[in-house]
Nanobody, 120 residues
Framework: QVQLVESGGGLVQAGDSLRLSCAAS????????MAWFRQAPGKEREFVAA?????YYSDSVKGRFTISRDNAKNTVYLQMNSLKPEDTAVYYC????????????????WGQGTQVTVSS
């Protein structure tokens, strides 16, 4: 089992940067595959990025976002650069013990979410 807590969201202007953090509990962090999803009002939760041995990104964030992990700190990060108003959403951290997935159903554990708002 693992518990996840996101932080680092906020209000920024278009073109600015933010770094989100996801702190995981327990000592089994390195055994999990990690991902970030996001959900805007009235829209479905969508895949953003994932990390196992390699990293994976949705086309909408490639070249702007970077996912990384620090197993010693039990933390996953999402560095977001060149933010756009369409990036506005609640960002969720997710963990899977069964491998990386691009779909919500592939993840067993979720954080509470952190709000990111990008003004135009």
């Amino acid at each position: 089992q693992v518990q996840l807590v996101e932080s680092g969201g906020g209000l920024v202007q278009a073109g600015d940067s933010l770094r989100l953090s996801c702190a995981a509990s327990g000592r089994t962090f390195s055994n999990y595959d990690m991902a970030w999803f996001r959900q805007a009002p009235g829209k479905e939760r969508e895949f953003v990025a994932a990390i196992r041995i390699s990293t994976y990104y949705s086309d909408s964030v490639k070249g702007r976002f970077t996912i990384s992990r620090d197993n010693a700190k039990n933390t996953v990060y999402l560095q977001m650069n060149s933010l756009k108003p369409e990036d506005t959403a609640v960002y969720y951290c997710a963990a899977s013990a069964g491998g990386v997935s691009f779909f919500r159903q592939g993840y067993d554990h979720w954080g509470q979410g952190t709000q990111v708002t990008v003004s135009s």
